[in-house]
């Protein structure tokens, strides 16, 4: 099972970055992807989660508006777009494979079985 991150970078505040996250060794069919993030000093917030089967979606309060997840099951990538990046943005954002998105404990982590790597996001003032 692996979940690879990538196109995390420097980007100016206002600015936006896509990022991805691939898939191997299970399918969407198995987990939903959900998308966490960690700053210096800071406990791990659930950004946003998608349920790729269906396409249903969940966003963290914080992210609402700014942010937008999708799936390509062809290629077995979720994407997030971040739009308005904001200095309090800059973080390294994991991937995860999540039983729990959309369910009462969704954008916890108490129920992601596997983690990516991570990628970072710095956001200049």
């Known amino acids: 099972v692996q979940l690879v991150e990538s196109g995390g970078g420097l980007v100016q505040a206002g600015g936006s970055l896509r990022l991805s996250c691939t898939i191997s060794?299970?399918?969407?069919?198995?987990?939903?992807i959900a998308w966490f993030r960690q700053a210096p000093g800071k406990e791990r917030e659930g950004v946003s989660c998608?349920?790729?089967?269906?396409?249903?979606?969940d966003y963290g309060d914080s992210v609402k508006g700014r942010f937008t997840i999708s799936s390509d099951r062809t290629s077995n990538t979720v994407y997030l777009q971040m739009t308005s990046l904001q200095p309090e943005d800059t973080a390294v954002y994991y991937c995860?494979?999540?039983?729990?998105?959309?369910?009462?404990?969704?954008?916890?982590?108490?129920?992601?079985?596997?983690w990516g790597r991570g990628t970072q996001v710095t956001v200049s003032s």
């Open positions: 995860a494979a999540d039983r729990a998105c959309l369910t009462p404990y969704s954008l916890k982590d108490y129920y992601v079985d596997y």
């Open positions: 060794g299970f399918t969407f069919n198995d987990y939903a």
């Open positions: 998608i349920v790729a089967t269906d396409g249903t979606t």
